[in-house]
C-alpha cells in the first residue's frame, strides 16, 4: 500500500511558477511510476507528466506542458516533484499525483494503470 499526499498548490498569475511535491510512504517508492495527472471542471482527468523507476528515469509529458513544466523524483525522499513555468489560464486544474506498480512504456498516459493515488492540489492561474 501506498499513501500519496500532494502540496504546493495555489493561486499564481499568467506566466508564474509553481513547484508540487507529492510524498509518498512506502519503503518501494523507487519501484513505481509516478505520474501527475489533472483535472478542470466539467473535463476529464488529463495526463500531465510521468516518470519511471529509479532504473532510467524515463520521463513522458502531455504535448502542452512540454518545455514549461519538469517531473522530477527524489528516492531518497520519497517525493515526486512537477515544476511548472509559464503557467498559463488552461493549467488551472486539481492536480493529482499517482503510483503505478506496473505501468510499462507507453501506458504512463492511461490513468487506469496507475494503482495510487492523492487527494489533489488545486492549481489556479489567473489572467
Known amino acids: 500500500q501506498v499513501q500519496l499526499v500532494e502540496s504546493g498548490g495555489g493561486l499564481v498569475q499568467v506566466g508564474g511558477s509553481l513547484r508540487l511535491s507529492c510524498a509518498a510512504s512506502?519503503?518501494?517508492?523507487?519501484?513505481?511510476?509516478m505520474g501527475w495527472f489533472r483535472q478542470a471542471p466539467g473535463k476529464e482527468r488529463e495526463f500531465v507528466a510521468a516518470?519511471?523507476?529509479?532504473?532510467?528515469?524515463?520521463?513522458v509529458y502531455t504535448d502542452s506542458v512540454k518545455g514549461r513544466f519538469t517531473i522530477s523524483r527524489d528516492n531518497a525522499k520519497n517525493t515526486v516533484y512537477l515544476q511548472m513555468n509559464s503557467l498559463k489560464p488552461e493549467d488551472t486544474a486539481v492536480y493529482y499525483c499517482?503510483?503505478?506498480?506496473?505501468?510499462?512504456?507507453?501506458?504512463?498516459?492511461?490513468?487506469?494503470?496507475?494503482?495510487?493515488w492523492g487527494q489533489g492540489t488545486q492549481v489556479t492561474v489567473s489572467s
Open positions: 516518470i519511471h523507476r529509479r532504473t532510467d528515469g524515463y520521463t
Open positions: 512506502g519503503r518501494t517508492f523507487s519501484s513505481y511510476v
Open positions: 499517482a503510483a503505478g506498480g506496473g505501468t510499462w512504456y507507453g501506458e504512463e498516459r492511461d490513468w487506469t494503470k496507475y494503482d495510487f
